[in-house]
């Protein structure tokens, strides 16, 4: 049994709406479903306020914040990641926008339907620390003249 299962996650069920522990369940499953994602409670340095944090290979994914009628999830992304994921036209471009002008983003996940581009997000971050741990490229293609 991985060490995901078993936090007692109960202090962010306390602090938010029914539908917003539902959206985090989701959220959590759907990390769950990526091998190798661990999850670490954190605590905040001033308002000692425990925080999820989501981990690759040791690097950070992104942490939440629980409270009421959303999640607010800050993203996390190195120089390398950033300009992979800015690159990548398979993703939003308001996603891509956010994640170019520093090391982190903030997005608010209120339902499933802002869940979705958020995943893709993470996605994107996880295959690029997956290519970089195991060194394999995506397969370029040559262009043809």
């Known amino acids: 049994m991985s060490r995901m299962e078993t936090t007692d996650l109960s202090f962010v069920a306390d602090r938010v709406q029914p539908q917003t522990w539902t959206l985090f369940q989701s959220l959590r499953t759907r990390m769950r479903q990526l091998k190798g994602v661990t ?48 690159e990548d036209q398979s993703l939003d471009w308001r996603l891509r926008d956010q994640v170019s002008k520093r090391t982190w983003a903030a997005f608010t996940l ?27 490229q995506p397969e370029l293609r040559p262009i043809a003249f």
């Open 110 to 136: 209120r339902n499933l339907k802002d869940l979705a581009p958020f995943m893709n997000l993470v996605k994107a971050k996880y295959e690029h620390i997956n290519q970089e741990a195991t060194g394999k």
């Open 39 to 86: 999850m670490k409670v954190q605590y905040e340095k001033e308002s000692r306020e425990p925080t999820p944090a989501f981990y690759y290979e040791n690097r950070l994914l992104f942490y939440v914040h629980a409270r009421g009628e959303e999640i607010n999830a800050t993203f996390h992304a190195d120089q390398r990641a950033r300009n992979k994921i800015v």
